[in-house]
């Protein structure tokens, strides 16, 4: 009987040593990408959305400061698109939990360059000041609008704002 009650013991730690570590096993996905959107890419069909921005949505328009309006979201993700033609990208799992759209919320990197930071650096989102200090690009965000790169040459709605109007039904 003691014997039996050691067995349980030894095999209930190892199940939950191996429960416990599984994510572990699991946090990072790598190689090519397929772009989604400004801010979120597919590695092996799973999705990963980058923490700690927020880019314009895919369908979403600005205006320059000449007044014109023009594809900013179309722009954002070809750029993205180029960007990322050809290399391996590898994206870090921020947590187990996915997001309302199924969606992995992830520090991606290719070669030494972060995703977000680059998109951030290069005028196509807007930075969440709320993330992590190790992963806030609000000072990439303000290169940009410094230099007016990307949706900084002009005026746009935040993407968030914008979504928010697009699942109301107001179209601009």
């Known amino acids: ?14 199940f ?8 572990a096993l699991d946090k ?14 597919e590695i092996d069909a ?19 400061r000449n007044g014109e309006t023009w594809l900013c979201g179309r722009e ?5 698109v180029q960007f990322l033609e050809g290399r391996t990208v590898t ?8 997001d309302p759209y199924g969606r992995f919320t992830s520090i991606c ?5 972060n995703i977000a930071a680059w998109a951030s650096r290069s005028g196509w989102a807007v930075a969440d000041p709320d993330t992590n200090r190790l992963y806030n690009y609000t000072s990439d965000e303000g290169t940009a609008r410094f230099l007016r790169r990307g ?22």
């Open 91 to 98: 994206c870090e799992v921020r947590g187990r939990k996915r």
């Open 46 to 64: 799973e999705r990963h959305r980058f923490y700690g921005i927020d880019a314009v949505e895919h369908d979403q328009t600005c205006r320059r």
């Open 16 to 23: 939950f040593a191996f429960v416990s570590f599984w994510p």
């Open 76 to 80: 954002a993700t070809a750029a993205l």
């Open 151 to 172: 949706i900084w040459d002009g005026t746009f709605d935040p993407p968030a704002e914008w979504r928010r109007r697009q699942q109301a039904g107001d179209r601009p």
């Open 28 to 41: 990072e996905h790598s190689g090519p990408a397929k772009v989604i959107d400004a801010d979120t890419i």
């Open 109 to 113: 990197y290719v070669g030494g360059d």
């Open 1 to 14: 009987m003691f014997q039996f009650a050691r067995l349980s013991a030894v095999i209930g730690i190892l």
